[in-house]
């Protein structure tokens, strides 16, 4: 007896939940009838202490404990005890012997709304999501009605299928809570809520979440964190102040929430305060939470408070550690993050697929092939080079460092080869302009009978492009109608701008009219192609057909007509796209505001310009500085100009070398060589740009050209690290022509002509070079030359808005 009961104290002690009525339960299990062995004991006949140790053994996870007590309790003919069978289904669901628990669940004579809760939950639970609703719709047929436990139940495996079937039968679910009146109940609320936040319907999300006024802490999360899933950063972070303004107490999932939504909007201010609320509150930070200020500092591009994060947590995870493997590598050189990757086996921290997954892509940014190789072999030893995601980091890896052969022998000792696996081979053929070899790849995909997806059919159609295919593009279009897939938005979108770059304008505008309803991918990608192409009158008249039709345009589509508006000087058309911008609050946006300084610059209107930077000064984003700078050059604002390049460094904002691109024109446009040139060695001595641009370039050589420094033009030409284009090969024939130099320009010229034999730039300007130079006969001689190779002049034409 004493023995017996020192073995029930022992697990008592041993309980994830030790208790004093733990002991007591078990100890109740126990008499002297039969002392031989712990394992040989008689139970009394009381269900609730029966029940009591089946909560026990629960606890402890111990199925072996369980079976034991669902052994003696058939032993004592409780076999018709739905109370005794509902506990014996609980416990092996939450022990993980789910099979026993629907055998058990299949045997019982008698079952009540209690059985088939648990049987849903315990399905949904384990991740049998699809079974968990079979089980409820059979409950349904049973004449037995669910509760509120029910329904939250079965929801959860709804969010869970992320399924059409399962969105609609969740729906069915909303529309029985909705006529029972359960709805309002606040576990049954949220659970609704987080279904269509986690399916991605946030109206319906939405309407859920105003229509409910006793909300808990999560079902408040659960919006968040639908906004925040669904792209809408900005939405997640009002209802964060909506809480904070009712009062509702905020737990660690809404911080991880709201600091994800901080990252989704790039709000680094709302994310320290934020950070500030979670130091005054009296939560005890979990390492998750920590992990989410982290991540939002460094994806906000604060990566020294990111670092400082990192440093001062006591506990760090592996989740902690592939986030800085994530964030830390920005400038890191392969040494630094090889000594990175020791600190972290020196903390006994064991690597999961994720760690390595994040590696390889970081050796993919940084174009580290050796480095990339001894990640390899890491994850070889680990055992994790065989997981799905890390192995297309690897192929993606190999294929960004430019290793294909690599790439495409790891791609075929794969057995059972995913379309991950396929999509990142021909992408990796693609990034290395190996447009035919990713044609191929694709054909043996169709070969095969393996499915495509969009993302594969995305991916060829940018080898089409890229190759300017147009047969394959119409071949792939066909194989997208069968597979059925040509409504989808990034398919449609690259199919209109392989269409758009053939020049087939009357193709993609049938292909548009297709549709019934178009989403802003499509509208939007079918604007900027054609603002790519130059058919700039094309896009405006697609942007008033989006308007038309009650599109409301976003950030990228008023960029992409901004721009248009800048190349074709349509002024009224940029103070009409500039008020929409207004009234749809996108003055903060880089992209927009960069745009509209730009095109009202473009259109003559510099005083339009300066107000729309001087509004926009709050963003400090060196981007919008440099369309400003660039306003200034075109209107010859040098010394503006070199004012906001002042106040970038003032601010301590780094420039980029469009910043400089920007400075330097701006110095040829009135000449300032000494100016220029000491921009120029800027690059080198403060910022380590290097290498510099062709852009860079292109204006240094435009700068000296203009200026009479032909020679100097000549010299940088020849030294660049790049081949002359022809852009630079004209700056330098021009200014050739303005100052005579009639022998250079003869140089200049014929490297122009290898170049670009069918274009009439080059003859044209030579042949002025001559006849400013008063050499009419040199200057006949190449108008002659020019008709013989069949080389066509362009008309020049201009226009103005009337």
């Not at 909303?174 to 987080?194: D, P």
């Not at 660690?252 to 989704?264: E, P």
């Not at 896009?539 to 599109?551: D, H, P, Q, T, Y």
Request: proline share 2%; net charge negative.
């Amino acid at each position: 007896m004493w023995a017996k009961g020192l073995f029930a104290f022992k697990l008592s002690k041993g309980s994830l939940c030790p208790s004093l009525g733990h002991f007591h339960a078990i100890s109740k299990l126990y008499s002297s009838k039969s002392c031989t062995s712990s394992s040989n004991f008689v139970m009394g006949e009381n269900p609730t202490a029966i029940a009591a140790a089946l909560s026990l053994s629960e606890n402890l996870k111990s199925a072996s404990l369980g079976t034991q007590i669902h052994s003696r309790v058939i032993k004592l003919g409780f076999t018709n005890d739905v109370f005794l069978f509902n506990n014996l289904i609980k416990m092996y669901s939450k022990c993980g012997v789910m099979d026993d628990a629907f055998k058990l669940f299949d045997e019982m004579p008698e079952r009540n709304l209690v059985t088939w809760t648990l049987m849903i939950s315990a399905a949904v639970q384990d991740g049998q999501f699809e079974l968990g609703l079979e089980v409820y719709l059979e409950l349904v047929r049973s004449g037995l009605r669910p509760n509120e436990f029910t329904v939250g139940s079965v929801l959860k495996g709804c969010a869970a299928c992320a399924s059409i079937e399962a969105y609609e039968f969740g729906m069915s679910v909303h529309c029985f809570a909705l006529k029972t009146g359960i709805e309002q109940n606040c576990y049954v609320g949220g659970s609704v809520l987080n279904m269509y936040a986690k399916l991605e319907d946030i109206e319906s999300a939405k309407g859920v979440f105003e229509s409910i006024s006793n909300l808990d802490t999560a079902g408040w999360n659960a919006m968040i964190g639908g906004y925040r899933q669904c792209g809408y950063g900005f939405e997640a972070l009002k209802v964060v102040c909506l809480m904070v303004c009712k009062g509702i107490s905020m737990d660690q999932f809404t911080f991880v929430n709201a600091l994800k939504g901080c990252s989704v909007v790039g709000n680094l201010d709302f994310g320290k305060q934020l950070h500030g609320l979670i130091i005054q509150s009296e939560l005890k930070l979990s390492t998750s939470v920590k992990n989410a200020i982290m991540d939002m500092y460094s994806r906000n591009g604060r990566i020294d408070l990111a670092l400082q994060v990192f440093n001062r947590m006591q506990t760090k995870d592996v989740i902690s550690w592939n986030t800085a493997f994530g964030v830390f590598f920005e400038g890191k050189n392969a040494r630094e993050i090889a000594n990175l990757v020791h600190e972290f086996m020196l903390e006994n921290m064991k690597p999961n697929h994720i760690t390595f997954s994040v590696l390889f892509r970081q050796c993919s940014e940084l174009l580290d092939l050796n480095l990339g190789r001894q990640f390899f072999c890491l994850a070889l030893q680990y055992g994790f080079w065989n997981e799905p995601n890390v192995r297309s980091s690897i192929i993606n890896m190999f294929s960004r460092c430019g290793a294909m052969d690599m790439a495409h022998l790891f791609f075929g000792g794969i057995l059972y080869k995913n379309i991950t696996y396929w999509n990142e081979l021909i992408s990796g053929y693609n990034s290395n302009y190996c447009y035919t070899e990713a044609m191929q790849i694709f054909c043996n995909l169709w070969d095969l009978g393996v499915e495509a997806s969009e993302v594969t059919f995305s991916i060829i159609l940018e080898a089409c492009y890229n190759d300017e295919h147009q047969y394959m593009t119409r071949q792939i279009h066909g194989a997208i109608v069968k597979s059925g897939i040509s409504f989808h938005g990034y398919v449609c979108s690259s199919l209109i701008k392989c269409y758009v770059r053939f020049g087939l304008l009357d193709d993609s505008f049938e292909f548009l009219k297709g549709f019934e309803r178009l989403d802003l991918i499509s509208w939007g990608t079918m604007i900027s192609a054609l603002v790519h192409q130059g058919h700039f009158f094309e896009a405006i008249k697609i942007f008033n057909s989006l308007r038309e039709v009650g599109g409301k345009p976003d950030e990228f589509i008023l960029g992409s007509i901004l721009n248009s508006c800048a190349d074709t000087a349509s002024y009224q058309l940029a103070k009409a796209v500039h008020s929409i911008v207004i009234k749809m609050g996108f003055l903060m946006q880089v992209f927009v505001v960069s745009a509209v300084i730009d095109a009202y610059a473009k259109c003559g209107d510099i005083g339009n310009a300066r107000m729309t930077f001087i509004q926009s000064l709050g963003s400090d984003d060196v981007v919008i500085y440099n369309a400003m700078i660039m306003a200034c050059a075109h209107h010859g604002l040098a010394e503006e100009a070199m004012d906001i390049f002042e106040k970038i460094r003032l601010a301590n904002l780094k420039p980029s070398q469009a910043t400089f691109v920007s400075a330097i024109a701006a110095c040829s446009h009135v000449g300032w060589v000494d100016q220029g040139r000491s921009l120029f060695e800027l690059m080198n001595s403060d910022y380590k740009m290097e290498p510099v641009s062709q852009d860079v370039y292109g204006c240094m050589v435009d700068l000296l050209s203009r200026h009479r420094y032909l020679e100097d033009a000549r010299q940088m030409i020849e030294v660049m690290p790049y081949t002359p284009w022809p852009a630079v090969l004209r700056s330098l024939l021009s200014g050739c022509r303005i100052h005579g130099n009639t022998e250079l320009g003869e140089w200049t010229a014929k490297k122009l002509v290898q170049l670009v034999p069918e274009n009439d730039a080059p003859y044209v300007l030579l042949s002025k070079v001559y006849s400013e130079g008063g050499s009419w006969e040199g200057a006949t001689k190449v108008r002659r030359e020019m008709i013989e190779r069949g080389v066509p002049k362009n008309t020049g034409y201009s226009w103005i808005e009337v």
